[in-house]
């Protein structure tokens, strides 16, 4: 069974920058992908950012945040930058062991397409 924590959130100022980690055990070998997600209260999960052999990313965060990743470590990393006011939400990393077929790397914004998820860790950000 494969455990992510993640970890790093935290209130920060707009304009200001946090680094989310997230942490797999559990399990040998890096996951074929890596994900992150966040929800504000009474609103869906979103996508994002995610990295496998390419990375993806929301519009609403293109430009200001880099997912990373590093194999050797079972860590996943997200640097935000310019973090604005509509950043703030739980934020939630997954992993997914199942290799995907095809070429487009679309499947890395699709919730379901993940078997592992985190507890999540907030981000606040003030204006």
Not at 47 to 63: P, Q
Not at 85 to 93: F, K, M
Request: glycine share 12%.
């Amino acid at each position: 069974q494969v455990q992510l924590v993640e970890s790093g959130g935290g209130l920060v100022q707009a304009g200001g920058s946090l680094r989310l980690s997230c942490a797999a055990s559990g399990r040998t070998g890096g996951a074929y992908g890596v994900g992150w997600f966040r929800q504000v209260p009474g609103r869906d999960r979103e996508f994002v950012a995610g990295i496998s052999w390419t990375t993806l990313y929301a519009d609403s965060v293109k430009g200001r945040f880099t997912v990373s990743r590093d194999n050797a470590k079972n860590t996943a990393l997200l640097q935000m930058n310019s973090l604005k006011p509509e950043d703030t939400a739980v934020y939630y990393c997954a992993a997914t062991y199942e290799v995907k077929t095809g070429y487009s790397s679309s499947w890395l914004a699709q919730a379901d397409q993940y078997e592992y998820w985190g507890q999540g860790t907030q981000v606040t950000v003030s204006s």
